[in-house]
């Protein structure tokens, strides 16, 4: 289905019953790498799961900037009349998460992230000479947000009030020092390590994120 909120036309998925949950993907993909963990999740909650701008089949655009996206978050909520939702973001919807979070306190019931950065000082540097070599390549403004942003401060991650929870793989592109800070930051967040796990093998086509949504999140 489509929607238009913020100016942009996004696409998104909406299956199940219960308690609202939207789960955000990461960088370059779409929705589509949470459908082993929705079909676990829809026998709990209501799932939304948008593309991102420029993501997906969602709106092209032509430059990207993380707040842009988290206001997205917020009119999509507010557009679909969505009440006191679960906010689940991996990786780049994690930092969507963190920032709408701090923007908007109340708008949410809980916010779980995955492999989450603070600024693109958190990405370890093999992984980040990677994003930059493929930044040539890519027309589109994918990699390059990723070498400028976000800029998630302290006082953005003491100001979120609700339910939190950090995680990150034990192999993660994000470095462990990063995640932690996070956990410790956000007032009363939870964090969990996956171990043996790098960036996305819990989440992506597999359902380890969905039973850990489940172990910490009450129908």
């Known amino acids: 289905m489509y929607i238009t909120v913020n100016g942009v036309k996004l696409w998104y998925e909406k299956s199940g019953s219960g308690r609202p949950l939207i789960m955000v993907h990461c960088n ?29 089949k969602s709106e092209k655009v032509r430059t990207l900037h993380y707040e842009d996206m988290a206001e997205d978050m917020f009119r999509f909520i507010e557009a679909l009349g969505i009440e006191k ?5 991996f990786s780049d ?9 701090h923007a908007h ?23 980040m000479k ?26 953005m991650l003491k100001k979120i009030t ?9 192999k993660d592109v994000i470095k462990l020092s990063h995640t932690e800070h996070i956990a410790k930051t956000v007032p009363g967040a939870q964090l969990k390590i996956f171990e043996k796990e790098g960036h996305s093998g819990y989440i992506m086509n597999s359902t ?12």
Request: proline share 7%.
């Open 105 to 127: 306190p109340e708008l949410l019931s809980s916010l779980i992230v995955s492999g989450a950065s603070l600024n693109p000082d958190s990405t370890k540097d093999l992984p």
């Open 28 to 56: 370059s993909m779409s929705h589509k790498i949470f459908s082993r963990s929705v079909k676990v999740l829809e026998k709990h909650f209501t799932v939304y799961c948008p593309d991102s701008r420029d993501h997906g």
């Open 85 to 89: 939702p679960v906010f689940y973001g």
């Open 162 to 170: 609700v339910p939190a929870f950090v995680t990150a793989g034990e």
């Open 130 to 155: 990677f994003f930059k070599l493929w930044s040539h390549f890519d027309r589109s403004d994918k990699m390059r947000i990723m070498m400028r942003e976000p800029d998630i401060t302290d006082e």
């Open 208 to 219: 380890k994120i969905a039973d850990y949504i489940l172990s910490v999140i009450p129908e």
């Open 93 to 101: 919807g994690g930092i969507i998460g963190l920032i709408l979070a």
